[in-house]
């Protein structure tokens, strides 16, 4: 259980991480977090409480240009009928780093269709297939 005391010690120490964060953007959250002794939801909250974004610019979540690619593409091989591996092949043209699994699970989680699979997982042989 944090105290008061604590939790005000952690965000002054956020506050000061985030003031180098910001001088030195070319550092990841992680290192900025070891190089200040704490951990990364602290950093996080603190950031969240005043409105900051991450100063290394780069974009995290749903609006991720990822995240947007991928919706986009999906929709497209939705309406051509192209295979998930068609998706798969355009994401990494895109250099987005992505698994098949990704792409599976993305479906699901927005309530698309599932894409065509032109080589779906197949076993053969082995303990059990």
């Known amino acids: ?16 991480a985030f003031a180098f964060w910001e001088a030195n953007s070319f550092c990841s959250k992680t290192e900025i977090c070891q190089k200040f002794t704490i951990q990364l939801d602290d950093l996080g909250y603190w950031m969240k409480q005043n409105g900051k974004k991450r100063p290394d ?19 497209v091989a939705l309406q051509e009928g ?23 699970y993305f479906t699901m989680k927005n309530n698309l269709p599932s894409l065509r699979e032109d080589k779906p997982i197949v076993t053969s042989g082995g303990k059990y297939g």
């Open 57 to 75: 610019g780069r974009i995290l979540g749903k609006e991720s240009p990822r995240q947007i690619a991928l919706k986009e593409l999906i929709t």
């Open 1 to 16: 259980m944090t105290t008061n005391k604590t939790r005000t010690r952690k965000l002054v120490d956020a506050e000061k």
């Open 82 to 104: 192209k295979s998930l591996e068609w998706v798969y092949v355009e994401m990494k043209k895109a250099n987005h780093g992505i698994g098949k699994g990704d792409i599976r």
